[in-house]
């Protein structure tokens, strides 16, 4: 599914997505096709457009291209999907940044506007660039929908609260109904940080988690690893706070595909590390 690529336009668009069709068939691209086929018969683009975004919306496809003669009608009617980030892009540069920053699923194409070579630049452009998560993960969720019932989990030490750790529990609550923290033991708290560690006590640690209203549930678990808590606990989305990207984290801690991985980016100058080290500076 992530190699597969769906197509669609309206009359003015239908020699460009030929074109389009067959370069990407050249670049071993799985694409669908949904038409129209004949450019002398007009259409109404917000039909291919719904259709389209329908697909995306759902998640049958990752990816989507539509064209029309300006790419704005295309552009208007798929952005009535909660899902969908249909982007209008008329040049490389705005090709690239939409997939950075705003982790589009769409590209909408004005035939009368970019030529061929012009549009397929674009489209390379587009779908060789990755979404640059950090800061822009917090704005893109802000308008993704997000299913009923979903349960997000997170973990850490969480030794001692910071503004960094309020935030991250602030966007994972966004994500579902309910959200699970895990939290290591003391003894596993102390393998990984040393024996200085941790300040306060796993049982103190739940309890200020626990007060906190938009986390639902606190989980000790004992090893240094969530795997297995989270296993038990089955969530639809994992959400994990740090500098990697959602797929580093799904490789290394071996997430099925079935999971949701969000990453939070780090709080600048937020961490109980620097917390730690500014009370030892001013005792």
Same mark, same amino acid.
């Given at each position: 599914?992530?190699?597969?690529v769906?197509?669609?336009?309206? #009359?003015?668009g239908?020699?460009?997505?030929?074109?389009?069709?067959?370069y990407?068939?050249?670049?071993?691209?799985?694409c669908?096709?949904?038409?129209?086929?004949?450019?002398?018969?007009?259409?109404?683009?917000?039909?291919?457009a719904?259709?389209?975004?329908?697909?995306?919306?759902?998640?049958?496809?990752?990816?989507?291209?539509?064209?029309?003669?300006?790419?704005?009608?295309?552009?208007?009617?798929?952005?009535?999907?909660?899902?969908?980030?249909?982007?209008?892009?008329?040049?490389?540069?705005?090709?690239?940044?939409?997939?950075?920053?705003?982790?589009?699923?769409?590209?909408?194409?004005?035939?009368?506007?970019?030529?061929?070579?012009?549009?397929?630049q674009?489209?390379?452009?587009?779908?060789?660039t990755?979404?640059g998560?950090?800061? #822009?993960?917090?704005?893109?969720?802000?308008?993704?929908?997000?299913?009923?019932?979903?349960?997000?989990?997170?973990?850490g030490?969480?030794?001692i609260?910071?503004?960094?750790h309020i935030?991250?529990?602030?966007?994972?609550?966004?994500?579902?109904?309910?959200?699970?923290?895990?939290?290591?033991?003391?003894? /596993?708290?102390r393998?990984?940080?040393?024996?200085?560690?941790?300040?306060?006590?796993?049982?103190?640690?739940?309890a200020?988690?626990? /007060?906190?209203?938009?986390?639902?549930?606190?989980?000790i678990?004992? /090893?240094?690893?969530?795997?297995?808590?989270?296993e038990?606990?089955?969530?639809?989305?994992?959400?994990?706070?740090?500098?990697?990207?959602?797929?580093?984290?799904?490789?290394?801690?071996?997430?099925p595909?079935?999971?949701?991985?969000?990453?939070?980016?780090?709080? #600048?100058?937020?961490?109980?590390?620097?917390?730690?080290?500014?009370?030892?500076?001013?005792?």
């Open positions: 599914m992530n190699n597969l769906v197509l669609a336009a309206d #009359h003015n239908v020699e460009l997505k030929r074109v389009i069709y067959d990407l068939k050249s670049k071993n691209y799985n669908i096709d949904l038409g129209p086929f004949d450019e002398k018969t007009s259409v109404d683009y917000v039909d291919y719904l259709q389209l975004g329908n697909i995306i919306n759902s998640g049958d496809s990752k990816r989507g291209i539509l064209i029309c003669g300006t790419g704005v009608g295309m552009s208007i009617a798929v952005n009535r999907f909660s899902n969908v980030r249909g982007s209008l892009v008329h040049n490389l540069e705005i090709a690239t940044l939409t997939r950075e920053h705003n982790d589009s699923n769409v590209i909408c194409l004005g035939s009368w506007i970019t030529t061929q070579i012009q549009s397929l674009i489209i390379d452009g587009w779908l060789m990755s979404f998560e950090g800061r #822009h993960v917090k704005r893109i969720e802000k308008i993704s929908e997000h299913k009923p019932n979903n349960i997000v989990f997170t973990n030490c969480f030794d609260l910071h503004t960094g935030e991250l529990l602030k966007f994972s609550k966004r994500l579902g109904d309910k959200l699970i923290v895990a939290i290591n033991s003391d003894d /596993s708290v393998k990984l940080k040393g024996n200085d560690r941790p300040i306060n006590s796993q049982d103190d640690r739940k200020l988690l626990e /007060s906190i209203n938009f986390v639902d549930e606190v989980i678990f004992d /090893s240094e690893s969530p795997k297995q808590i989270r038990q606990i089955n969530p639809n989305i994992v959400v994990r706070g740090g500098e990697f990207t959602a797929d580093e984290i799904r490789e290394r801690d071996n997430i595909n079935e999971i949701d991985i969000k990453i939070f980016p780090l709080v #600048h100058n937020r961490s109980t590390s620097e917390v730690i080290r500014k009370i030892k500076n001013n005792g």
